[in-house]
């Protein structure tokens, strides 16, 4: 679904940097088991609720000398129609894989044609609405999904279980929600969840009145032949419908479009794919009126530990890219709940829940995003492949695929990969390009702190080779691995030497000393140790060594861009650092060699492993080095090119691309300027970290890369970006020789085991009488055995009247392994009035995170 949220809480955090299991809370024993880090054999991979079994995990022999970087030595990206996906694979010539999910119906033809496949769980589909208007400056024209009251009605409208029966076979999930069915949240608010899924279920009638009186309250009215007229003129609704991808969104579109001609409206269907659509939805000005609604889809980029951040993430009047789409903001109580639950703003777990049950109410009164369908997809690939597969985000959507990604049992070759699409926007690694498909191929290039563990969502040290976490006392945060160190204190001070806001003017740090009077306080403190030998092994592609430069230029980068005082201020950027510097308390560089950073937030994750933060040089959108960026600033500066595309489209000049268009001819020239004059920006605090001789050293290896690769994409990742067809839709990733670890380092989330999802088996009688005591029992087993009671969180119920309310919930009893038991009082039965009732059992496993549903039906009678 999201990369991680919020810009500036990106660059903060390692690339999806959340996930998912119960937290292990102070004074209590670590979590039994606990993996062992992933170099080792540990994790099985299956995915969760499959539809059809997963084939059978090859044989791996191990190489005795693996190379360095990835374990291919080059890999080919083009662009591949779904519908040739799996004839062209089948024939063996054309491509490898095809990492991009594809919907249920192409399973047969997979599993026919003898292919592996890896599931993607986390697939979610909906309909974004342009709020601007009521009128549309641009064009005058009346937009009613400027209402509020037009958008919750939508909810209405829209049969989803038609949707998942005539489009997904009836394998999806009906979807009303910000938040993933299988993930923690959703089990924890599963009783709040399922009273708002049957307050907005189909009710084409209610749809039609709510919309009429909204209609005509902004001045439309019903002509004589059923449609709605303003002004004059049909009201003619623009819908951007994705005809690329999975394939799905077109007779999403038809449906939806349907419907609303059903109430009189005339739609316009434009059936477009990512690159098109993106130039519209997110490249345009909202008020401009060029489109109304348009087909979202997203996956989870980790199984997702939190979502409480997706309400900000996904209702904020700013999107996702940060680009101004909706300048409607919502209610101030919906606003403010939803920086508490990206923040954390909370000190014991009931406070967050309340705050996220209310906050789901308020996004679904103001429904700038409609969800529709969960549904999981399969990726097919030849049998002569191996990678690891996240179980929520697949193959394209792992953090750890370019680190797997092998022919099995042999060293290097080329790999063909295939997609639906490719540069949808342009990259570079300030406010970029964040499409599926863009980022996919962007990954292989990027490295970063940590490594988020593709079955669990936890975080791996990547290059940081430790880390301290320190906690308020009474927060709710606990750990599961031992490769960091968490303590509790009543009270952490933020040094008086730390970093705590940027003056754009006279281009330095302010200190905390320097800006507050009264020593500040933090509710988490986090320390990330980086070897010893880290300027050493760690280069950029170009060759240049990694430096502590690269972090303050990133440092630097947070703040900069969203000050008025800057010379590269972008107005689009500053509600993101507003955001960023209501919980940010300040950085501190402790030690430039061995790099250790010291970092102060009021914000909190309730998993220890993900309240570290390495500060990486990843800019949100990609990594770049000091020298890159000081190009950059170069264009932008003189005007020429600008990051993002608001700022783009006011000043009417280039989006800025690393890696082709009139970007690069722009850029080449400012190079040449920056080596000529050994240009060092932000000069007052980089001086202290860059010589000239230094410098002089990075601009000669970056003019040598631009003359070998004709573009300026630079990582530090298992392999680097070596050529770039833009027209062609093609690119070539290459090995990366100089990566510091061996291709096998993180050969524990490939080990082809079986994930241990639960199975579920409810047993009890088919009619309950009102008033009297039930027994049910619940059988867990994985494989025909039982599911091992040190293996299993917890085991849940949920208990449903005839009207769906939710009457009792609790915890089974354990009987032995794989043997529940749920005793229901007396007293609780008398609660149920007569018809068919629901028992929901959720099981929550250790060894993987997606959680397993169960339902038994039963018949409560007099």
Same mark, same amino acid.
């Given at each position: 679904?999201?990369p ?5 809480a ?10 998912i299991?119960?937290?292990?809370y ?6 039994p ?7 080792t054999?540990?994790h ?8 059809a079994?997963t ?6 022999t191990p190489?005795?000398?693996?190379p ?25 010539? $054309?491509?490898?894989? #095809?990492? $991009? ?31 601007? *208007?009521?009128?549309f400056t ?29 489009? @997904? ?19 924890a !608010? ?5 009273d ?15 919309i009429?009186?909204?209609?005509g ?36 579109g038809d449906?939806i ?6 109430i ?10 990512a690159?098109?659509s ?15 609604i ?5 996956n989870?980029?980790?199984?997702d530990?939190?979502?409480? &951040?997706?309400l ?5 009047p700013?999107?996702? #890219? ?19 639950? !990206? ?17 789901l ?8 995003r ?20 996240d ?7 792992a953090?750890?695929?370019?680190y ?6 042999r ?9 639906p ?24 290039t ?11 969502g ?6 940081i080779e ?19 160190? !968490? ?8 040094p008086? &030497?730390?970093?705590?806001?940027? &003056? ?23 320390v ?6 880290? #300027?050493?092994?760690?280069?950029w ?8 430069a ?8 947070? @703040? ?13 950027? =500053?509600? *993101? ?7 940010f ?20 994750y ?13 800019? *949100?959108y990609g ?17 020429e ?5 608001d ?5 009417? =000049? ?5 890696? *082709? ?9 400012? !190079? ?35 003359e070998?690769?004709d ?8 392999y ?16 990366n ?27 009890g ?6 008033g ?11 494989e025909g ?16 009247d005839?009207?769906? &309310? ?6 089974a009893?354990?009987v032995?392994?794989?043997w ?9 039965t ?23 549903f169960a339902?038994?039906e ?5």
């Open positions: 679904m999201k991680r949220l919020i810009i500036f990106l660059l903060f955090c390692f690339a999806g940097c959340k996930g299991d119960t937290p292990v102070p004074n209590t024993p670590v979590y088991n606990t993996p062992a880090h992933p170099n054999p540990a099985p991979n299956t995915p969760a609720h499959t539809l079994p084939p059978l995990p090859p044989v791996i190489i005795p000398t693996p360095h970087g990835g374990w291919l030595n080059e890999i080919v990206f083009s662009v591949v129609p779904k519908e040739e996906a799996v004839s062209q694979l089948d024939e063996g010539y $054309y491509f490898d894989i #095809y990492a $991009y999910g594809l919907p249920p119906a192409y399973l047969p033809s997979i599993q026919a044609a003898g292919l592996n496949y890896a599931s993607e769980n986390g697939q979610s589909y909906e309909l974004t609405f342009n709020t601007a *208007g009521s009128e641009g064009t005058g024209k009346l937009n009613p999904f400027s209402s509020p009251k037009v958008r919750q009605a939508m909810n209405w409208l829209i049969d989803r279980s038609y949707i998942n029966h005539q489009v @997904f076979g009836g394998s999806a999930v009906e979807k009303y929600l910000p938040i993933t069915t299988g993930f923690p949240d959703y089990v !608010l599963a009783d709040v969840a399922h708002l899924e049957a307050m907005y279920a189909y009710n084409p009638e209610k749809a039609r009145e709510v009429s009186t909204e209609m309250m902004m001045g439309a009215a019903l002509g004589a032949d059923g449609k709605w007229q303003y002004e004059g003129e049909p009201v003619t609704l623009i819908f951007l419908i994705r005809s690329d991808g999975d394939g799905v969104r077109v007779p999403i449906y479009s349907d419907q609303l001609e059903s009189g409206f005339t739609v316009e269907r434009r059936y477009q794919t690159s098109e993106s130039e519209i939805w997110l490249g345009s000005f909202p008020d401009d009126g060029l489109w109304h348009y087909t979202g889809a997203w989870a980029p980790i199984i530990r939190d979502e409480g &951040d997706n900000e993430f996904f209702y904020a700013v999107n996702p #890219y940060g680009f101004s789409v909706w300048p409607a903001y919502p209610t101030d109580e919906f606003g403010l709940l939803r920086l508490d639950l !990206l923040f954390n703003q909370f000190t014991t777990l009931d406070e967050r829940r309340a705050a996220f049950a209310r906050a109410e308020l996004a679904l009164e103001d429904s700038t409609v969800w529709l369908i969960e549904s999981k997809n399969f990726a097919p690939y030849a049998t002569n492949v191996f990678v690891t597969s179980l929520a985000a697949g193959i394209d959507g953090q750890s695929w370019p797997t990604l092998r022919f099995i049992n060293n290097g070759g080329l790999l063909k990969w295939a997609q699409d490719l540069f949808a926007a342009p990259w570079n690694p300030v406010a970029g390009s964040g499409n599926t498909f863009d980022v996919t191929a962007q990954r292989a990027l490295s970063g702190g940590v490594m988020a563990d593709p079955h669990t936890l975080a791996w040290p990547l290059r430790r880390a301290e976490v320190t906690v308020q006392e009474g927060l709710p945060v606990g750990k599961t691995l031992d490769w960091v160190n !968490l303590k509790f204190e009543p009270e952490i001070i933020v008086g &030497d730390a970093w705590v806001d940027w &003056d754009a003017a006279a281009g330095k740090f302010v200190a905390a000393n320097e800006k507050f009077t009264q020593p500040m306080t933090a509710k988490v403190k986090s990330v140790y980086y070897p010893e030998d880290l #300027y050493e092994t760690v280069q592609h170009d060759g240049s060594p990694l430096s502590a690269d972090f303050v230029m990133a440092m630097i980068m947070r @703040f900069d861009t969203a000050k008025p005082e800057s010379v590269i201020y972008d107005e689009s950027r =500053i509600s *993101g650092l507003e955001s960023f510097m209501s919980v308390m300040g950085f501190k560089i402790a030690s430039t060699d061995p790099l250790v950073i010291e970092y102060y937030t009021d914000e909190f309730l998993d220890a492993e993900l309240n570290v933060y390495p500060l990486w040089p990843n800019y *949100g990594e770049a080095p000091w020298h890159t960026m000081a190009v950059a600033k170069l264009a932008e500066v003189a005007g090119l600008a990051y993002s595309a700022k783009a489209d006011a000043m009417q =000049i280039e989006w800025m691309s690393f890696i *082709g268009g009139p970007s690069l001819d722009i850029l080449a020239r400012y !190079l040449k300027q920056a080596a000529n004059r050994i240009y060092l920006p932000y000069p007052v605090t980089l001086r202290q970290y860059v010589t000239p001789e230094q410098a002089l050293d990075r601009y000669a290896n970056l003019e040598y890369w631009y070998q690769h573009q300026l994409w630079i990582g530090t990742g298992p680097y970006l070596d050529r770039v067809y833009l027209n062609e839709k093609n690119l070539t990733l290459k090995r020789e100089a990566f510091p670890d061996p291709a096998d380092w993180w050969d524990g989330f490939g080990t082809p085991q079986i994930q241990k999802i639960a199975e579920v088996t409810i047993n009688a088919a009619q309950l009488p009102i009297q005591e039930a027994t049910f029992d619940v059988f867990v087993t994985f055995a039982p599911y091992p009671q040190a293996e299993i969180k917890t085991v849940e119920f949920l208990l449903q005839p009207e769906n &309310d939710f009457i009792s919930r609790g915890m009893e354990y032995m392994d794989g529940y038991r749920i005793m229901l009082p007396a007293e609780v008398a609660l149920l009035s007569s018809g068919s009732c629901k028992l929901e059992v959720v099981i929550s496993p250790r060894p993987v995170s997606p959680v397993t339902t038994f039963f018949l409560a009678v007099p």
